[in-house]
């Protein structure tokens, strides 16, 4: 009995370490749209040769436990990403996030009867080889201040553009405030053309601060590859803001945040809460 307390208590252990962003982004439901979220994302590294061994262990093993957690109410959606031209040299190439529709419920995490999930399966050899399987680079919260999708709910994507943002010190109200008048009219009418499935706005909250490569996050949602690089932004620019010319106010977005870098991310499979 005394082994088996302590077997559990590392799996209570690592299941916290292994709690799950990003985009997924975007629900499935309008009513879920109405609320903000936070979301708890892992980056994940994973050796060359071990892709096809991790990808099958989170869909086998740990996909059934975040649908548990979905049913019970903890989370409303989890998502499993591939970093697209990802190299060895990179410091992730795969990503885990998990939404939360309430903040409280971040405090206690993975609440499931793991094995009434999974009876009779060996859970210790289950997570071992879990974490064989890859190494958790980092984990990060975020917080999302807003949103566009199409009319009549979020539309379904299979790729993200994620877009890290460095915001100059103390203008991080001014950028989200850009973003709201600026951008987001121009993702609303690049949505209304088709060729976006949603596009939001995420805040960094743990962990935070000046030594931070970014403080904030934006995600394009594309419902398949040939819609990359099919957006007329100059078109989306001139619809949202007619007789504006758009490189004052790419400038003015410059002097309040950097875009350090952008990321493809695909969507390898997803859970979501049904309403």
């Known amino acids: 009995m005394r082994t088996r307390k302590i077997a559990m208590s590392k799996v209570t252990l690592f299941a916290l370490v292994l709690s799950l962003f990003m985009g997924a982004f975007v629900l499935k439901s309008q009513a879920q749209e109405s609320k903000n979220y936070f979301v708890v994302v892992d980056f ?39 970093i697209h031209y990802a190299g060895s040299d990179d410091e992730y190439n795969f990503v885990t996030a998990a939404l939360f529709d ?56 299979k790729y993200i553009q994620v877009n890290f943002m460095k915001v100059k010190p103390g203008n991080g109200g001014a950028y989200v405030e850009h973003e709201r008048k600026v951008w987001k009219p121009v993702h609303q009418a690049l949505v ?10 995420w805040e960094c909250v743990y962990p935070m601060g000046a030594g931070m490569p970014y403080d904030y996050v934006t995600v394009d949602y594309y419902a398949d590859f040939s819609k990359l690089g099919a957006a ?34 695909e969507v390898i499979d997803s859970a979501w809460k049904q309403e």
């Open 44 to 82: 994940m590294k994973v050796k060359q040769g071990d892709e096809a061994k991790y990808v099958e262990l989170e869909k086998e093993v740990w996909k059934p436990i975040h649908e548990e957690r979905i049913k019970q109410g903890e989370i409303v959606g989890w998502v499993l990403y591939a």
């Open 232 to 265: 007329d932004i100059m078109e989306a620019f001139e619809k949202a803001h007619p007789g504006k010319m758009m490189n004052e106010l790419t400038t003015e977005t410059n002097q309040v945040r950097k875009q350090v870098k952008a990321e493809l991310w």
């Open 192 to 201: 209304d053309a088709g060729t976006r499935s949603g596009w939001s706005l």
């Open 102 to 157: 309430d903040p409280a419920k971040l405090e206690h995490t993975f609440q499931v009867d793991m094995e009434k999930v999974h009876p009779g399966k060996d859970l210790d050899k289950a997570f071992a080889e879990t974490l064989s399987s890859r190494e958790l680079v980092r984990k990060q919260l975020l917080y999302r201040d807003d949103f566009v999708y199409p009319e009549g709910g979020p539309g379904d994507f």
